[in-house]
């Protein structure tokens, strides 16, 4: 288990090297799923938007939902409750099926 507090130094640091070097830097995007937990610190210490898996995922799905602030509203479905059955590679062809290494 990484030790965030010991760690989160470093990280400032090794991006302020960065952004010293390519100062046209606008934004940080942290590719790994073990970064998220940097974010704030780099927010805070360069005020840039620090773009994450978390945000990333939040900005995916904030993508597909009804916005009740303006526009149509409840044009989604509401979910029945209701999970259906699924097995794996489903919605696959036979050919793609043929494909999949774990199927």
């Not at 400032?12 to 070097?21: R, S």
């Not at 940097?38 to 994450?52: G, H, I, M, Q, T």
């Amino acid at each position: 288990k990484v030790d965030v507090e010991y760690v989160t130094p470093g990280m400032v640091k090794m991006v302020a090297g960065i952004l010293e070097e390519i100062p046209s830097i606008r934004s940080i995007l942290l590719e790994c799923t073990e970064l998220p937990p940097y974010s704030d610190a780099l927010r805070k210490e360069f005020d840039l938007p620090v773009f994450d898996a978390i945000t990333c995922a939040d900005f995916f799905v904030s993508a597909r939902k009804d916005n009740p602030r303006f526009g149509l509203n409840q044009w989604q479905n509401d979910w029945d409750g209701t999970i259906e059955e699924y097995s794996f590679a489903q919605n696959l062809s036979a050919d793609e099926r043929s494909r999949v290494l774990n199927a």
